[in-house]
């Protein structure tokens, strides 16, 4: 069994899929930080010196001064701000995942289509690549 799983760990698709999963993960870490720590900052200044990861409403029926108080006590909040960064993250890294298929679609080339077909040289009909009499002109295709 131990033998089974190892032949079947070393495949090649599924050690890119591993590496994939791992460099997938530490790249959504990198737009999240970049979204909370580059990007929302001078957009919430300027709206008026936002802070969307404070942005909450609270649902509990009193009223604290942010969302960090709200949570010390345990209120009940909708955290609508920390759900519009989370879009902006995925929006982010999807953008970035359309870029890369697309680039991989690029570069990967169509298969070269083979010819099913060829001209007749006397009535330049299209027949099939092996015929050896046209079935247009009835002209003899070995001889020509």
Do not use: H, W
Request: with cysteine; glycine share 6%; net charge positive.
């Amino acid at each position: 069994m131990f033998k089974e799983f190892k032949e079947f760990a070393m495949r090649g698709n599924v050690l890119d899929m591993a590496v994939g999963i791992i460099i997938g993960a530490s790249f959504g870490k990198i737009v999240t930080s970049f979204v909370n720590d580059m990007l929302m900052p001078p957009i919430g200044r300027v709206l008026g010196r936002v802070d969307f990861s404070d942005l909450f409403i609270n649902i509990s029926g009193k009223s604290y001064p942010s969302m960090a108080a709200a949570k010390a006590v345990g209120a009940a909040t909708i955290n609508y701000g920390m759900f519009l960064n989370t879009i902006l993250d995925f929006l982010i890294v999807a953008f970035a995942v359309f870029l890369l298929v697309k680039q991989v679609n690029r570069f990967r080339r169509a298969p070269e289509p083979t010819a099913t077909t060829k001209t007749c040289p006397l009535c330049l009909s299209v027949i099939p690549l092996g015929a050896a009499r046209c079935m247009y002109c009835t002209a003899d295709l070995k001889a020509a």
